[in-house]
């Protein structure tokens, strides 16, 4: 009896204890909050484009804050717009929600190292590389951090994963190539230089990487050459999945020109002028973003309405110089060549010490038939800026037909100087050597021409008419007598 | 604004949560704090991982305001004109031949009003006692125009140290009259010119004993050209230089010996290229005896220009691989300073620039440029901040350069460090135990509180003769800094004064001493960096050497002169009159 007692009374305190624990533990023990959603530090300061992007990804991820997916893009639409900061957090969220995408990882090692935190930056990328051992772009901004941290042969590790990845794309090429010439292994450098070459013959980087290889080897006029040809590069590096939503998050308005400038670039045009079409619906009266659209219906041979917009961004303000170069470019191409040389003066007024403004200004003349003073203002226009080889070879040209031939000479031969990958340079040089009879300096120019681009009209009608001069030249002295 | 590395977390489940819950107590209650609290994890920085040093007490102290030096730069209210984000030099030099170092401050001015505006520049005389006394007005240097930058030397040769100011529009050639007085000779030396100019330097480049003057242009710009810019976020903000197109050609004045200059810029050669120019380094990188000219161009490719020797100069920047950085991108140079910083006798280079690049180092291996920033530690701390003003020097005087870096934005970036100032940034300091490689020193920027402006030039001074280095900083739209060195010091120094026969300081000589710890090289420069000129005197940190065994004196000429066993802690008078050792003072 007193047994059953103690045990009923046992089981009583028992259950008694397990309630209790349990009313503690409902009490103490609530569900997670959820997790943080990363506002901009300066929500009003933002572009309106850019914010009400921000308020539309935001109000996602405050409906729905256990989805990683949220959060990563909302993150990305930070990092499109150089806020580093908030996109590192929300990065940080996705990354946390969702560690098995390995973008989102990508994105915040990214925004880290932009924050300078390259260590942290590496630390994410090796630990999710351990985790997605064939995630490519992985390895190509891995590699790169640790070129960055001064670590080139543990990069060059990861660049040969990478190639062994994606071995029909150049980014491991370009990566091992960049290790190898900084560990001094410079005859491998050059051949994965050239391997990245042959998959994208337009690669800058490459051919700067080709011109450091050969440097190292020693071959100094080939290093100089391929180095001329690197001018301009700019390093790319593997898309993942997330790239085409983050160049379509590009809202601020510098973002959106550069982005337009990218396309145009690229021979984009449709596109980019959507993009600048876009910019000027947010900010229909701010006269860059008017200049810039209308510079991208001029590349497009739109000039009237490229010069409706002109005419409205001169409106809103008439002391842009700008806007007055682009006038003279949209009256150009619609021929009123009376209008681009008042568009031309009246920048030039603006701004007299631009040498772009002399060039704009002598292009007019020249299709006025105004050679003498095409002649003064491109020469004006080298004056000030002496670094464009195409002002050299239009006042080349200008003095060809003023019958200036030494000088025009000269000034194909400098354009050619100033840059040796400049097709028109070279073959105009040849030209008017051959017309001059200076067989030796058309030689030369068509052996860089032919360098250059063998197979390009302009290239084979210089060597065919070379081939004829030759021939006659062979024939007269072969007529000559013995 | 960054989160802590905490668990995965999971959306919380319904069901179960009573049943289940004396067993997740244990785990739930630490993933909840992490999300609510953003502890710090162990083991884990919340600050910049980068390899630092952690400075038991402070490297600077900032005792501007015990100095009686009252400047305040300014270039009005900010209107988003380029100038304004760009200005602001300083030199430093003893103009009053007393044996301390004077200061000169350049002023900015309203830049939508110029030439309306009329604080002008200012000059402080160091009394000797950390005090200084502002005697601009009986010098006659206050030049009222929109001030960028300045260099000194004695362009004259007559043994005390003239001034020349680069400005938004005409410089100016401030002879020193050796009365405390100087006299604008300007239009008579034929100096004046009117670009954008901003750093500069008097280097003798013909060889022919006398100072010729290179001046680095920027942009062409104008108030008329002006164009408006945003950050990407959509705020207004400063334009790149490319966003003019307008690169400005550099000008360079060859000295007639006779108080004129003719300008040879299209002869020499130096015009057949330029960029956006800030920054220059006047040296003999390729140890032919005649100095080359490195110019440090802003989001453009540098420039090389080799001497011939002849009178011209061949831009080799891009095969030497000093143009762009080490994966072909031209990155926007700043502040520059040619220095070898390997002791392997060749002077190198290092640049500042932009954030999110790196700011630069080119190590010269045989006339050949590697850029080696990343093995010298020196690009992580530098991806953040935008660079300027900087200056190598042994801080603590252990044999080992270390490296003063002034920070300001150029365009906006959150979050802003502070509320008043968009613009600016925390200073860096870095040290080095090994040639060549570097560590951040914290606290940030040597001082014990970082001091956080838009800075831009450095000058690097003994400003009150004690033997190590100090600094002024000038920063846009503030004060400057004025950083005396309270380093503590793990070993001696040496400090030389070198003048040539005349008594002019001997520019672009190589000092090599040689103690029993190895080599050590310095040229005797006054302008690298940015925008200033730095003392002429060349210091060399000791380590645990007492004495210098030898110095050699490579004059620019090509001649050279040995000197030595020198003593430790002094500042020597090295004079090439006699070619001996003159005179050594405490």
Known sequence: MVVRRRKRSRIILFAAAVGVCAAAAAFFIRPSPPPLVVKPLHMNELDPVLQKLVREKLALAEADPWNDRHHGILGLVYSANDMFAEALGSLEVACRLEPETPDWSLHAATAESKLGQLDRAIDRLSATLGKHPDFAPGYDSLGHLLLQSGQPALAGEKYERLVSLAPDRVYGYVGLADARNRQGRYAEAADLAREALSLDPDYKTAHHLLGLAYRGLGKREEARSELARGIGAKKRFMPDDSARLLAGFSSGIMAQISQAEFLFDSGKHGMAISILAKALKSRPNDTTVLNNLAAGYLKTDQPERALELLVRAAGIDPNQFATYLNMTEAEMQIGNISEAIQQAERALELAPNLGHAHESYGMALVAADRFEEARVQLTDALRLDSTKPAVHIALGEVCARLDLMEEAKEQFALASRRMPNHLPAHVNLGLLSLNMGDLGQAERALASAERIAMDHPRVRLLRKQFDETGNHQDRIRSDEPR | ?586
């Open chain 2, 1 to 586: 604004m960054s989160l802590d590395k905490g668990a995965t977390i999971k959306p919380p489940s319904d069901k179960g949560v009573l049943l289940v819950s004396a067993i997740v107590v244990a785990v739930a209650l630490p993933s909840a704090y992490v999300w609510l609290g953003n502890r710090p994890q162990e083991g884990r920085s919340n600050g910049p991982l980068v390899r630092h040093v952690e400075a038991e007490v402070a490297w600077f102290e900032n005792v501007l305001d015990r100095s009686n030096i009252d400047f305040v730069h300014s270039t009005g209210p900010t209107r988003f004109l380029f100038p304004e984000i760009i200005v602001g030099g300083v030199c430093a030099f003893d103009y009053d031949n007393d044996d301390d170092v004077d200061l000169y401050f350049v002023q900015g001015a309203d830049i939508s009003n110029l030439g309306k505006w009329t604080r002008g520049n200012r000059l402080y005389r160091n009394h000797g006692d950390g005090t200084f006394e502002d005697v601009t007005v009986a010098a006659g240097v206050g030049d009222t125009q929109c001030g960028v930058g300045c260099t000194t030397a004695d362009h004259d040769g007559d043994g005390d140290v003239d001034l020349y100011v680069t400005n938004v529009g005409p410089n100016v050639l401030y002879q020193n009259n050796g009365d405390g007085s100087f006299s604008d000779v300007t239009d008579v030396a034929g100096v004046g010119d009117e670009s954008f100019g901003s750093s500069s330097a008097f280097f003798d480049f013909d060889n022919d004993d006398d100072l010729d003057l290179f001046v680095v242009n920027y942009i062409r710009w104008s108030p008329g050209q002006e164009l408006t810019c945003y950050h990407n976020s959509g705020a207004r903000t400063y334009c790149s230089p490319n966003n003019y197109n307008a690169p400005a050609p550099d000008t360079l004045y060859r000295n007639n010996g006779d108080g004129t200059y003719t300008d040879v810029s299209d002869t020499s050669g130096i015009r057949q290229n330029f960029g956006n120019g800030l920054g220059i380094a006047c040296d003999d990188y390729d140890g032919d005896g005649f100095p080359d000219v490195f110019v440090a161009n802003d989001g453009m490719s540098n420039q090389l220009w080799m001497n011939d020797g002849r009178g011209g100069f061949q831009d080799e920047a891009l095969l030497a691989g000093c143009a762009v950085n080490g994966m072909g991108a031209a990155e926007a140079g700043m502040g520059v300073q040619n220095i070898d910083i390997d002791n392997d006798g060749d002077r190198d280079l290092f640049m500042s620039h932009l954030r999110e690049e790196t700011n630069t180092l080119y190590q010269n291996e045989a006339g050949w440029f590697d850029d080696n920033t990343a093995v010298a530690g020196l690009g992580g701390a530098s991806l953040k901040f935008t660079g300027f003003g900087l200056a190598f020097a042994d801080f603590n005087h252990d044999g080992h350069l270390d490296l003063y870096i002034a920070n300001g934005r150029v365009t906006r970036h959150d979050p802003a460090l502070d509320p008043n100032d968009r613009f600016a940034e925390p200073n860096l300091l870095f040290s080095s135990n090994a040639p060549a490689r570097f560590a951040e020193v914290f606290p940030r920027g040597g001082t014990t509180e970082p001091l956080v402006h838009t800075s831009r030039g450095t000058a690097l001074a003994d400003l009150d003769n004690d033997g190590d280095l100090d600094l002024a900083v000038a920063n846009t739209n503030a004060k400057p800094y004025l950083l005396m060195n309270i380093a503590p010091k793990s070993g001696n120094f040496i400090q030389f004064r070198i003048p040539e026969k005349n008594g002019s300081d001997a520019l672009n000589a190589v000092v090599m001493v040689e103690t029993s710890r190895g080599r050590q090289y310095r040229t005797v420069q006054t302008s690298y960096g940015y925008l200033g000129s730095n003392d002429v005197r060349v210091h060399f940190g000791l380590g645990d050497a007492a004495r210098v065994d030898n110095v050699v004196i490579s004059w620019r000429d090509g001649t050279q002169s040995t000197f030595g066993p020198l003593r430790a802690n002094r500042t020597h008078v090295l004079s090439r009159s006699d070619a001996t050792y003159a005179a050594g003072f405490e």
